[in-house]
């Protein structure tokens, strides 16, 4: 028999359920009532990370600080991607800082959430005829909440965080799945501006198959190339060379010899 | 002081041969020279004149000319004024000689301005990419390299009405003035 929460609504967007994989049968009764707890914690600690491309970087102070105080929301600033659930790209985003964002992306875990501050992550904004900028950041990574504006003020930025928080609540904000089930589009669009050897240390492919987010999207063209032109990842040499302590190692040996 | 070390300045330029100088404030001198005559009278400047400081290299693509025109800013703390040397340069083959031997930080302006405009310079220590280091396509500041065409070809246009935009326009929000009826729509410029 199958239980009432896995048939699929048509049209409405699924749920997320925290820590079930689909196809397992859920017994537990308070299921439903534990996933809504879990939605509503995480909607409530969010650490966020943000990469300050652009202009709009000056606005995140006093959203941040005492006046508009995002703490109140539940969301602090995070130093390492590692640890963070919201990566914030405030303004432009330029082609050669675009692989630092994707390569950033890449490090955090899920679930993530993706906000793109400023006109330039929609569209480009002014740089909209730059050949150094990236026009939408959309094409790269899949992005939760766009906040417009040239640049937004403390407000709206908070008002799309709310709105970021909302959708993390009642379970719509799965954007971060989409980078797993799609990874060959995002991939395509990267190869596009980067090159055919473009790669990043992440297993993207492992991952989608870790958080069983693996589809039919998930492989195609663009990763047929990636595989081509994969290098092994090799841990880096570690080495010292600090000159000035050589030099006075080098003499301190010597100096101990002739005593 | 100033004032004295100003006016020789101004009379040792007018006593070489070659060179054009017009002042065009009190602390600023424009010279123009012929592009050979360039090194010599950087030499000059900077061993006999106390212009110590490169500021800057700037590159103008006069395009029409078929020329390059590379502008030195030299700085001197003594008189406190500033020299403007300017130079042109056939656009092709676009090639000069470095002044790195003068100058030290001639270095990375000419790296920049090799990389921007294309201008190989001779004796120059490293012409290797500086800042664009994944471009491939050609020097970006030249007045040929179209831009535009660039951009539609490597990048994809946000579609004006996507999805998420629907949810805006539901609780009230939107695109106030369509594209098309915008003062500076590239679609207006076009059509004119």
């Known amino acids: 028999m199958t239980h009432i929460d896995q048939v699929p609504t048509p049209g409405a967007p699924r749920p997320v359920e925290i820590g079930v994989k689909p196809g397992t049968k859920r017994t537990n009764p308070f299921a439903r009532v534990f996933d809504e707890l879990v939605r509503f914690a995480q909607s409530r600690s969010l650490f966020m990370l943000h990469y300050c491309t652009g202009c709009g970087a000056v606005e995140l102070p006093p959203a941040m600080t005492s006046r508009f105080d995002m703490e109140r929301l539940g969301i602090q600033p995070m130093v390492s991607p590692r640890q963070a659930d919201i990566l914030l790209i405030t303004g432009y985003v330029s082609v050669k800082t675009l692989k630092r964002v994707i390569l950033t992306y890449e490090q955090m875990n899920s679930p993530k959430y993706v906000i793109g501050i400023c006109s330039c992550t929609v569209n480009g904004g002014m740089y909209w005829q730059s050949y150094a900028t990236a026009k939408k950041l959309n094409d790269y990574m899949p992005v939760d909440i766009y906040i417009a504006g040239c640049m937004p003020r403390p407000e709206a930025v908070i008002e799309g965080l709310r709105g970021l928080i909302e959708n993390i609540r009642t379970g719509r904000a799965d954007a971060w799945k989409d980078y797993y089930r799609r990874y060959d589009h995002y991939l395509g669009n990267q190869q596009r501006l980067f090159g055919a050897d473009w790669q990043t240390p992440t297993d993207v492919i492992a991952e989608a198959r870790h958080y069983d987010l693996f589809g039919p999207a998930t492989l195609g063209a663009h990763t047929a190339l990636l595989e081509q032109h994969q290098r092994p990842l090799e841990a880096l040499e570690m080495r010292i060379e600090i000159p000035e302590l050589m030099r006075r190692r080098s003499r301190s040996d010597q100096g101990g010899t002739a005593q | ?192």
């Not at chain 2, 029409?64 to 700085?75: I, K, N, R, S, T």
């Not at chain 2, 002044?99 to 294309?118: L, N």
Request: with cysteine; hydrophobic share 40%; proline share 6%.
């Open chain 2, 1 to 192: 002081m100033t004032n004295e070390l100003t006016t020789w300045l101004d009379t040792l330029l007018a006593e070489l041969e070659g060179i054009r100088v017009r002042r065009t404030s009190r602390r600023r001198l424009r010279v123009d020279v012929a592009s050979d005559a360039l090194p010599a009278l950087l030499e000059l400047l900077r061993g006999r004149a106390s212009f110590v400081h490169l500021s800057a290299i700037s590159c103008v693509d006069w395009i029409d000319a078929g020329q390059f025109e590379l502008v030195y800013h030299c700085w001197s703390y003594e008189i406190q004024s500033l020299v403007s040397v300017h130079t042109r340069i056939p656009r092709e083959p676009g090639v000069y000689i470095s002044v790195y031997d003068i100058y030290r930080p001639a270095a990375f302006f000419e790296r920049d301005i090799h990389e921007m405009f294309g201008v190989w310079f001779e004796g120059s220590p490293d012409l290797s990419r500086f800042i664009l280091t994944e471009w491939d396509g050609p020097p970006p500041m030249r007045k040929d390299f179209d831009s535009e065409a660039w951009v539609n070809q490597h990048f994809d246009w946000q579609d004006y009405h996507p999805d998420w935009l629907k949810d805006l326009e539901t609780r009230g929000g939107g695109i106030a003035v369509p594209p098309d009826e915008q003062r500076f729509s590239r679609r207006n410029v076009d059509e004119t």
